[in-house]
Structure formats: structure tokens, C-alpha cells
């Protein structure tokens, strides 16, 4: 079993900008990707921003530009900074990894979710 730890969420004006945290621990072979999915209010959770365990990014297009994920492979760590936020920002944010197994194939975790409030 893998643990998630988020941090970073709160409250900000819209142009503003926050950093969440995600360190994951426990048993893990190797972390394929970690990412940050978005829950707005009354919607879907979606899937925002990923990296890859070689670093590669990939963003959904309501965040590019805006936001940059990043991970540290040392310590399983990873961070989404985000930049000139909007209220449509306004959301539950959950780390989320995909985990290689040592005997073979995949597995996802999320965290538990930290709120992201933007006002105008």
C-alpha cells in the first residue's frame, strides 16, 4: 500500500498563486507517474497535470501555461505550482500516482484531497 500526503491548498485571489505537495511513502517499487486531478464543484474528477518518472509533462489545455508539475525521484515527491489562477480553479485537488508493482504491473493511489478556493 502506497500513502499520499497532500499540502499547499487555501484560499487566494484570482491571479494569484498557490503550491500544493504530495509525498507518497510505503511500498513502492517505482512511481511510473504522479499527477494532480481536479474536482470542481459538482463535477467530474479530472486529471490536470502529469509526470512521468522521466520527467515528461503532460497538462490538460485549461492549465497550460498556468501551471508546472514537478517531481523529485529521491524522495517521491512532487508539486504542482500554480500561477495566475481563476476562479474556474475552485476545486478539491487529489494527488494521484501510478505505481509499477515489484512482481509485475500497475496500480493507482490518490490522496485524500486538499481545496483550492480562488475568488474574484
Known amino acids: 500500500q502506497v500513502q499520499l500526503v497532500e499540502s499547499g491548498g487555501g484560499s487566494v485571489q484570482a491571479g494569484g498563486s498557490l503550491r500544493l505537495s504530495c509525498v507518497a511513502s510505503?511500498?513502492?517499487?517505482?512511481?511510473?507517474?504522479t499527477g494532480w486531478y481536479r474536482q470542481a464543484p459538482g463535477q467530474e474528477r479530472e486529471l490536470i497535470a502529469q509526470v512521468l518518472i522521466n520527467h515528461y509533462t503532460i497538462y490538460d489545455d485549461s492549465v497550460k501555461g498556468r501551471f508546472t508539475i514537478s517531481r523529485y525521484n529521491g524522495n517521491n515527491t512532487a508539486w504542482l505550482q500554480m500561477n495566475d489562477l481563476k476562479p474556474e480553479d475552485t476545486g478539491v485537488y487529489f494527488c494521484w500516482v501510478n505505481v509499477a508493482k515489484w512482481n509485475g504491473g500497475n496500480f493507482q493511489q490518490w490522496g485524500r484531497g486538499t481545496q483550492v478556493t480562488v475568488s474574484s
Open positions: 510505503g511500498s513502492i517499487f517505482r512511481l511510473d507517474a
